[in-house]
């Protein structure tokens, strides 16, 4: 277990007994949150995800396991205690929650009311939130006033008023639209850096998690599959839903169909392979298709070719019809290996992607 998590849960259960039925909604997790990371929590719904969030404030008390917040046993604390370990984690939804009878200033205050601030240090400390989030003209608006992403700058505020260390998001911007979705995470990010704050981000976008989060968890049936740091896990997953959602979030998957359709019209031989190659770092492609003809006159077709900045490091993935002789072909493929670039060849009949 790591000495700088912030967040430790070992061994968590949480099972639901509804009308005769049993629910494992959370199955044996284990989830370290070391302090400053934005951690990435994936899955389909109903994988558990919201569950085991829950758990960490202690909204959901765990059937069976162990929970540590800020090197606190959670699971001890009682009344006060419980109240004032639950002001340091800050929690968003998809739906804002905002009382639509207050004003955005109110709004911000109401977790204030139980604080020893005055008045006066009460009204500095919503102007000050309202301005960190972008918001200061909108005060003295009611919530109807505003759009979804301003809605949700509020409760980002709101949930900032208590200066929490965590702050749990779970599928805050799933309402919102492309644009305003980028606007709210990159809030997020600086808030992050400017304030320290660690967060949870759960999503069921890859895209999400991929503009933002240092550390991914990817969630199925209660359990956590696979979980690592956000280069190796898009550079090398090795489950097949973590393939899934990250081929979503690319967007390959669509443009795999494409090429398959194309190359089963033009049809390959011995002298030509359909090749995906994958490279993390700043190997570029074009350099890499020329070094192969100059070497082995293998010539690379690119059909298709992305490159994604993750965390300031580049991650490429191209797909390339490569034609030559077959035991060039060989010495091509081998040369791409010894240059540390991921190589898979493609079978158009298999619609599994690598
Ligand atoms: N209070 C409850 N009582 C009974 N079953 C529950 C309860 N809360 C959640 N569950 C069940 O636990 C499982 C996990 O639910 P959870 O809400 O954690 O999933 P999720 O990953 O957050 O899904 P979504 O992406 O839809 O929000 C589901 O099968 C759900 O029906
Ligand atoms: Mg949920």
């Known amino acids: 277990m790591?000495?700088?998590?912030?967040?430790?849960?070992?061994?968590?259960?949480?099972?639901?007994?509804?009308?005769?039925?049993?629910?494992?909604a959370v199955k044996d997790v284990s989830l370290d949150v070391e302090r400053g990371d934005i951690y990435g929590v994936v899955g389909y719904s109903g994988a558990g995800k919201s569950t085991l969030v829950r758990v960490i404030n202690r909204l959901q008390q765990p059937t069976a396991g162990q929970v540590t917040v800020n090197g606190q046993n959670i699971l001890t604390l009682n009344g006060k205690k419980l109240r004032q370990a639950r002001t340091k984690i800050g929690m968003i939804f998809q739906h804002?929650?905002?009382m639509n009878a207050r004003t955005i200033a109110d709004n911000v205050d109401y977790p204030l009311k139980g604080s020893k601030l005055s008045r006066t240090e009460r009204?500095?400390?919503v102007a000050r939130l309202l301005d960190l989030v972008g918001l200061s003209e909108k005060a003295n608006d009611y919530p109807a006033q505003l759009s979804g992403g301003q809605k949700q700058r509020v409760a980002i505020a709101r949930a900032l008023a208590n200066d929490p260390e965590i702050l749990i998001s779970d599928e805050a911007t799933s309402a919102l639209d492309p644009k305003t979705t980028s606007a709210i995470l990159e809030l997020l990010k600086q808030l992050n850096k400017d304030?320290?704050?660690?967060?949870?981000?759960i999503t069921h976008e890859m895209d999400a998690v991929k503009e933002i989060?240092?550390?991914?968890?990817?969630?199925?049936?209660?359990?956590?599959?696979?979980?690592?740091d956000l280069l190796t896990i898009f550079s090398q997953p090795k489950e097949k839903l973590t393939r899934d959602f990250i081929n979503t979030a690319t967007q390959i998957d669509q443009a795999l169909e494409k090429i398959y359709k194309q190359v089963g019209d033009l049809?390959?031989?011995?002298?030509?392979?359909?090749?995906?190659?994958?490279y993390v770092g700043a190997s570029t492609d074009a350099p890499l298709i020329?070094?192969?003809?100059?070497?082995?006159q293998v010539v690379s077709n690119i059909l298709y070719g992305n490159v994604e900045i993750l965390q300031d490091t580049p991650l490429g993935n191209l797909v390339v019809v490569m034609?030559?002789?077959?035991?060039?072909?060989?010495?091509?493929?081998?040369?791409?290996?010894?240059?540390?670039i991921q190589v898979a060849q493609l079978d158009p009949h298999d619609s599994e992607v690598a």
């Open 2 to 24: 790591s000495k700088d998590a912030i967040i430790q849960l070992k061994d968590v259960d949480v099972t639901f007994h509804n009308k005769g039925q049993t629910v494992e």
């Open 96 to 98: 804002f929650n905002l």
């Open 123 to 125: 009204k500095e400390k």
């Open 195 to 201: 304030l320290g704050l660690t967060v949870v981000l």
């Open 213 to 228: 989060c240092n550390k991914v968890a990817v969630m199925e049936n209660g359990k956590i599959i696979e979980r690592g």
């Open 267 to 278: 049809g390959l031989d011995d002298h030509h392979r359909l090749i995906q190659l994958k």
């Open 290 to 296: 020329t070094e192969l003809f100059k070497r082995y």
């Open 323 to 340: 034609a030559g002789e077959p035991d060039q072909l060989d010495r091509a493929w081998q040369y791409c290996r010894d240059a540390g």
